[in-house]
């Protein structure tokens, strides 16, 4: 990664795109979505940042790996995740001078549908931890460093 960017969306899979099979099309879609701002860069990845990490665990270490490559503040989004935007930096305003959003912090306008392989099956939900974000500040990075600490290898 190059430079510094106001907002990074993330995203880690590390199945195929025959695996994802229709999540495969969200995923475009929010690349699709953040590729309309300069100000914003998407990341996809497949990448095990440390092999002795679960996939489910990976993606707290892709928005490390985002921020450690200039982004001011990194969104994660579920794979089945995507954004009713065509603005991404107003994601930005869900950090409202915070480290890190979580659940249902972003704007009603902006908040992800979950995704069970119909469009027409779409639905909001009231709690949504397939969206979160960090800023890249010393709090933001520490809470990052703290969640990513108690990584239970034990029951995996």
Known sequence: MRGHVDLCLVQHDDRTDTELSDERSLIDLNQAICARDQNCRYIFTR????????????????????LDGGCR?????D???????SKPLDLIQSFEGRAAFVNRDPPASLTPRFFSGDLATARTADMNAGIW????????????????????????
């Open 73 to 77: 503040r990194a969104v994660w989004l």
């Open 47 to 66: 990448q095990h940042f440390d092999a002795k990490v679960e996939p489910h665990w990976q993606k707290l270490l892709a928005v490390r790996h985002a």
């Open 133 to 156: 974000g960090i800023a890249a500040t010393r709090r933001g990075r520490a809470l990052l460093d703290y969640w990513i600490g108690p990584y239970p290898a034990h029951l995996w």
């Open 79 to 85: 794979s089945d995740v995507v954004l009713h935007t």
